[in-house]
């Protein structure tokens, strides 16, 4: 770790918002694999810019591209993948930009780490169930990766064969096997103006 390092503060969180004219926040949408969660996250994007919100989708995927590209699948390799793309989202979020967090993010203790590092930073974090059946998600399977799972090509499947730890208390649960996408992404730009976020 490092310790020669000093942070240095600039504008508050309120002076910031109050120049942009707009509040941060995180949406957190975690689920299996073909849930639903990024194509969800693109609706609720475009939902929002075309309202003049600036919003930012950070996908399971894409990050793999960049910034943990050095990560695995392991339990170990996914912890460390939620604790990046936590403060990544916590610097949006601080930014006064809403940062839409798609992640499979499996294990409840990791998300409740994201959470609690907004909670320290006073920024909003509102956590997003994409709920579907593991059956249905393995119909969709638009990758063959839930086919491959199943025949040991890929290990630490999710659902499969590693664990996923559904939210207990999820602010928002979207059941995508029952709502569209658009009335998803709707669900969730309604609890932001509800609560004032937007």
């Known amino acids: 770790m490092a310790t020669n390092i000093t942070w240095?503060?600039?504008?508050?969180?309120?002076?910031?918002?109050?120049?942009?004219?707009?509040?941060?926040?995180?949406?957190?949408?975690?689920?299996?694999s073909a849930s639903g969660k990024s194509t969800i996250a693109c609706a609720l994007e475009q939902l929002l810019l075309k309202v003049g919100v600036s919003a930012y989708r950070l996908d399971g995927d894409n990050v793999r591209f960049g910034l943990n590209k050095d990560l695995g699948f392991s339990e170990k390799d996914r912890n460390e993948n939620i604790r990046r793309i936590s403060e990544v989202s916590k610097l949006f979020a601080d930014s006064c930009t809403i940062a839409i967090s798609s992640f499979i993010s499996p294990y409840r203790i990791d998300r409740d780490s994201a959470r609690a590092l907004h909670r320290d930073g006073h920024l909003k974090f509102i956590e997003v169930f994409v709920d579907v059946p593991l059956e249905v998600a393995e119909q969709r399977d638009p990758k063959g990766l839930y086919?491959?799972?199943?025949?040991?090509?890929?290990?630490?499947?999710?659902?499969?064969?590693?664990?996923?730890?559904?939210?207990?208390?999820?602010?928002?649960?979207?059941?995508t096997e029952k709502q569209s996408v658009e009335e998803c992404a709707q669900q969730i730009f309604e609890y932001l103006k509800k609560d004032s976020i937007i």
């Open 8 to 32: 240095h503060p600039n504008l508050t969180y309120t002076e910031r918002s109050e120049l942009r004219k707009q509040n941060g926040a995180t949406i957190w949408l975690t689920g299996l």
């Open 147 to 175: 086919k491959k799972a199943r025949e040991g090509v890929i290990k630490d499947f999710t659902g499969i064969s590693a664990p996923y730890e559904a939210p207990e208390n999820a602010e928002i649960h979207l059941n």
